[in-house]
Protein backbone atom coordinates (compact mmCIF):
# COMPACT_ATOMS: atom_id res chain seq x y z
CA UNK A 1 0.00 0.00 0.00
CA UNK A 2 1.78 3.58 -0.72
CA UNK A 3 2.16 5.89 2.26
CA UNK A 4 -0.29 8.37 1.37
CA UNK A 5 -2.85 5.98 1.54
CA UNK A 6 -1.80 3.95 4.57
CA UNK A 7 -2.43 7.02 6.60
CA UNK A 8 -5.58 8.04 5.17
CA UNK A 9 -7.03 4.81 5.77
CA UNK A 10 -5.79 3.16 9.37
CA UNK A 11 -7.92 4.32 11.92
CA UNK A 12 -8.93 2.86 15.80
CA UNK A 13 -10.36 0.50 15.72
CA UNK A 14 -12.51 -0.95 19.04
CA UNK A 15 -14.02 -4.63 17.86
CA UNK A 16 -11.58 -7.10 16.86
CA UNK A 17 -11.71 -9.97 15.43
CA UNK A 18 -8.78 -11.98 16.41
CA UNK A 19 -5.64 -10.83 17.79
CA UNK A 20 -2.12 -10.23 16.90
CA UNK A 21 0.35 -13.18 16.30
CA UNK A 22 3.73 -13.35 17.76
CA UNK A 23 5.31 -13.42 14.40
CA UNK A 24 3.04 -10.11 13.36
CA UNK A 25 3.98 -8.24 16.51
CA UNK A 26 8.05 -9.30 16.01
CA UNK A 27 7.49 -8.02 12.52
CA UNK A 28 5.76 -4.64 13.07
CA UNK A 29 7.99 -3.86 16.21
CA UNK A 30 11.19 -4.82 14.09
CA UNK A 31 9.76 -2.26 11.27
CA UNK A 32 8.74 -0.14 14.40
CA UNK A 33 12.63 0.23 15.59
CA UNK A 34 13.26 2.06 12.72
CA UNK A 35 11.59 5.10 14.07
CA UNK A 36 14.02 8.07 14.56
CA UNK A 37 14.91 8.83 18.05
CA UNK A 38 17.53 10.87 20.48
CA UNK A 39 21.14 10.22 19.72
CA UNK A 40 19.85 7.16 18.67
CA UNK A 41 19.65 5.88 22.44
CA UNK A 42 16.69 3.86 21.27
CA UNK A 43 14.48 4.35 24.81
CA UNK A 44 11.25 3.02 23.78
CA UNK A 45 10.82 -0.65 24.73
CA UNK A 46 7.76 -2.61 24.40
CA UNK A 47 5.55 -5.60 26.24
CA UNK A 48 3.79 -7.80 24.21
CA UNK A 49 1.04 -9.93 25.79
CA UNK A 50 0.23 -12.10 23.82
CA UNK A 51 -1.35 -15.14 25.69
CA UNK A 52 -5.07 -15.34 26.88
CA UNK A 53 -4.57 -15.48 30.54
CA UNK A 54 -2.39 -12.73 30.82
CA UNK A 55 -4.16 -10.90 27.98
CA UNK A 56 -7.37 -11.24 30.19
CA UNK A 57 -5.68 -10.12 33.68
CA UNK A 58 -3.92 -7.13 32.30
CA UNK A 59 -7.37 -6.30 30.86
CA UNK A 60 -9.41 -7.18 33.85
CA UNK A 61 -6.66 -5.50 36.34
CA UNK A 62 -5.64 -2.53 34.32
CA UNK A 63 -8.09 -1.13 31.76
CA UNK A 64 -11.15 0.62 32.56
CA UNK A 65 -14.42 -0.87 31.15
CA UNK A 66 -14.99 0.84 28.06
CA UNK A 67 -11.15 -0.03 27.14
CA UNK A 68 -11.51 -3.39 28.35
CA UNK A 69 -14.28 -3.94 25.99
CA UNK A 70 -12.73 -2.01 22.92
CA UNK A 71 -9.71 -4.09 23.08
CA UNK A 72 -11.51 -7.58 23.49
CA UNK A 73 -9.85 -10.47 21.43
CA UNK A 74 -6.61 -8.54 20.88
CA UNK A 75 -3.29 -8.79 21.28
CA UNK A 76 -1.96 -6.06 23.85
CA UNK A 77 1.32 -3.99 23.76
CA UNK A 78 2.37 -2.05 26.28
CA UNK A 79 4.90 0.41 25.62
CA UNK A 80 7.03 2.26 27.98
CA UNK A 81 10.51 3.99 27.65
CA UNK A 82 13.43 4.48 29.71
CA UNK A 83 13.64 7.48 32.01
CA UNK A 84 16.52 10.15 32.40
CA UNK A 85 18.33 8.99 29.08
CA UNK A 86 17.13 11.06 26.19
CA UNK A 87 17.27 14.64 26.29
CA UNK A 88 19.68 14.50 29.72
CA UNK A 89 23.58 15.38 29.25
CA UNK A 90 26.34 12.46 30.05
CA UNK A 91 26.44 13.55 33.45
CA UNK A 92 22.58 12.82 34.24
CA UNK A 93 21.31 16.57 33.61
CA UNK A 94 18.06 17.45 31.49
CA UNK A 95 19.58 19.46 27.98
CA UNK A 96 16.53 21.51 28.14
CA UNK A 97 13.29 22.35 30.10
CA UNK A 98 11.52 19.28 28.16
CA UNK A 99 13.77 16.61 30.15
CA UNK A 100 12.00 13.40 29.56
CA UNK A 101 9.70 14.92 27.32
CA UNK A 102 12.06 13.41 24.82
CA UNK A 103 11.68 10.16 25.85
CA UNK A 104 7.81 10.00 25.20
CA UNK A 105 8.39 12.11 22.20
CA UNK A 106 10.68 9.13 21.08
CA UNK A 107 7.92 6.70 22.19
CA UNK A 108 5.43 8.57 20.18
CA UNK A 109 7.26 8.19 17.22
CA UNK A 110 8.28 4.50 17.13
CA UNK A 111 4.42 4.15 18.19
CA UNK A 112 3.48 5.74 15.36
CA UNK A 113 5.62 4.03 13.62
CA UNK A 114 3.99 1.04 14.81
CA UNK A 115 0.73 1.39 14.00
CA UNK A 116 1.70 2.41 10.16
CA UNK A 117 3.44 -1.28 10.46
CA UNK A 118 0.60 -2.55 12.08
CA UNK A 119 -1.59 -1.21 9.11
CA UNK A 120 0.35 -1.94 6.29
CA UNK A 121 0.61 -5.64 7.85
CA UNK A 122 -3.38 -5.55 7.71
CA UNK A 123 -3.65 -5.48 11.36
CA UNK A 124 -6.06 -2.48 13.31
CA UNK A 125 -4.65 -0.64 16.61
CA UNK A 126 -6.06 1.31 19.42
CA UNK A 127 -4.35 3.41 21.62
CA UNK A 128 -5.43 3.37 25.03
CA UNK A 129 -3.95 5.90 27.21
CA UNK A 130 -6.25 5.32 30.00
CA UNK A 131 -4.97 2.46 32.19
CA UNK A 132 -3.41 1.56 35.82
CA UNK A 133 0.32 2.42 35.55
CA UNK A 134 0.98 0.48 38.70
CA UNK A 135 -1.35 -2.43 37.98
CA UNK A 136 0.57 -3.09 34.90
CA UNK A 137 4.14 -2.34 36.41
CA UNK A 138 3.22 -5.23 38.83
CA UNK A 139 1.48 -7.26 36.04
CA UNK A 140 4.05 -7.30 33.74
CA UNK A 141 7.20 -6.68 36.25
CA UNK A 142 8.38 -3.35 34.30
CA UNK A 143 11.53 -1.77 36.10
CA UNK A 144 10.85 1.36 37.88
CA UNK A 145 13.34 3.58 35.19
CA UNK A 146 10.71 3.06 32.86
CA UNK A 147 7.60 5.16 32.31
CA UNK A 148 4.69 3.39 31.22
CA UNK A 149 2.63 5.73 28.51
CA UNK A 150 -0.08 3.33 26.63
CA UNK A 151 -1.97 0.00 25.84
CA UNK A 152 -2.24 -0.63 22.12
CA UNK A 153 -4.41 -3.19 20.87
CA UNK A 154 -2.94 -4.89 17.93
CA UNK A 155 -5.61 -7.45 15.96
CA UNK A 156 -7.59 -7.72 12.82
CA UNK A 157 -11.13 -5.81 12.55
CA UNK A 158 -14.39 -7.56 13.32
CA UNK A 159 -15.96 -4.33 11.92
CA UNK A 160 -15.17 -0.95 9.83
CA UNK A 161 -14.49 1.99 11.56
CA UNK A 162 -16.15 5.03 10.19
CA UNK A 163 -13.39 8.28 9.91
CA UNK A 164 -14.07 10.89 12.54
CA UNK A 165 -13.96 14.18 11.80
CA UNK A 166 -10.89 16.12 11.28
CA UNK A 167 -9.82 20.29 12.41
CA UNK A 168 -9.90 22.50 9.97
CA UNK A 169 -6.02 23.34 8.83
CA UNK A 170 -6.11 26.67 9.57
CA UNK A 171 -6.74 25.45 13.29
CA UNK A 172 -3.36 23.09 13.27
CA UNK A 173 -1.26 25.34 10.74
CA UNK A 174 0.40 28.45 11.30
CA UNK A 175 2.61 29.83 8.24
CA UNK A 176 4.78 32.76 8.65
Not at 33 to 58: F, G, I, T
Not at 138 to 162: D, F, H, Q, W, Y
Request: glycine share 6%; aromatic share 6%.
Amino acid sequence: MNFKKLIQTRRSVRKYERPATMWEVQDIIREAQMAPSWKNQQASRCYAVLSDEKVAELRERALPPFNQHSSRKAALLVTTYVKDLVGFSGEGEPVNEIGNGWGAYDLGLRDAYLILAAADAGLDTLIMGIRDADAIREILEIPENEEIMSVIAVGTRAEEPVLRPRKELDEVLKIY
